[in-house]
């Protein structure tokens, strides 16, 4: 069966580092990019280069009809959608609850939310057409803040990604009658760039020594995650969560 991975926003960060790591390890690589068609060539050609398959796909997956564009066009020209990562999101800048205006909150909500579920509820459609669907999974990117709060930060951020994980549960339960299987990962504080798009671009080296592993962690110890959840070896793991937080 040839395993197809849709990766939503893939061309920086964990995103990136997944689409590497899947990339060698046999599947054909749909690298989701919003704006950044340089860097997401740059992903694109390090698989290439290893031998791997990768293909390029642009859309913003909060446009419901650009994610549907996207899942017609891989079916069209690459295969049926096996394997999917619902990866892409935003970070706002650090506030408290008691200065969060409704278009702030909405706006987290919007694209970090409903994005999980409609590339999902696509790529269902995918895997039941594919010859076993039982070889299907998914992983959607939480984070740690969903049980430790984001407090004085991003309290939105944090609600947002709590409600990737009961998404997470409800939807494993929803098709684990069909041999799907849904996962998440937490990640805690990794060196991405989405600090820097959350106005502090060094918030990992200043958490850093408050983790039980006193380091900050790395979008491939993330990406070595999902990969598991998604193979073979995790055939009985559905509707849990691991968390890479350096023991927070
Ligand atoms: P990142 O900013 O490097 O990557 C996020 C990617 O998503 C970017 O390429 C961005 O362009 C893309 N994206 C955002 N909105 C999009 C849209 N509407 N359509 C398509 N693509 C879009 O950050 P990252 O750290 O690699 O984050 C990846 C995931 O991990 C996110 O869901 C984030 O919330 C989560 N996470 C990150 C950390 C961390 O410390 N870095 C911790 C916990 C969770």
Redesign the pocket.
């Known amino acids: 069966m040839q395993k197809v991975v849709l990766i ?2 893939a ?5 990136a580092a997944t689409a590497q790591l899947l990339g060698q390890q046999g599947f054909t690589v749909v690298i ?5 068609v340089q860097a997401a060539e740059t992903v694109a050609n390090t698989i290439l280069s290893n031998n791997g398959k990768a293909h390029l796909l642009q ?4 446009d419901e009809k650009s994610v549907e564009a996207m899942f017609d066009k891989i079916k069209a020209d690459i295969g049926i959608v096996t394997h999917l990562v619902n ?5 706002n800048t650090q506030t408290r609850v008691e200065h969060m205006t409704a278009a702030r909150i909405n706006n987290m909500l919007t ?2 939310v409903t ?1 999980y579920f409609i590339c999902a509820r696509e790529a269902i459609k995918h895997m039941r057409l594919s010859a076993n669907p039982a070889q299907c999974a998914m992983v959607n ?5 969903s049980y430790l709060g984001g407090a004085n930060e991003y309290v939105d951020y944090a609600a947002a ?1 709590g409600a990737i994980d009961s998404f997470t549960k409800g939807l494993s339960l929803e098709l684990a009658a069909e041999q799907i299987r849904v996962n998440c990962v937490r ?4 060196y ?4 820097g ?1 959350g106005g502090e671009p060094d918030r ?1 080296d200043r958490l850093a020594d408050f983790l039980p592993l006193k380091r900050g962690g790395t ?1 491939i110890e993330v990406a070595n995650a999902i990969a598991w959840l998604l193979s073979n070896e995790a055939s009985f793991v559905t509707g849990t969560f691991i968390d890479l937080a350096g023991g927070k």
């Open positions: 939503t926003g061309s920086r960060g964990i995103g989701n990019y919003k704006q950044n859309a913003d997956v909060t990866n892409a999101g935003v970070l694209n970090n994005p990117v939480s984070s740690a803040a990604k990640p805690g504080c990794i991405t760039d989405i600090h798009d990992v979008a």
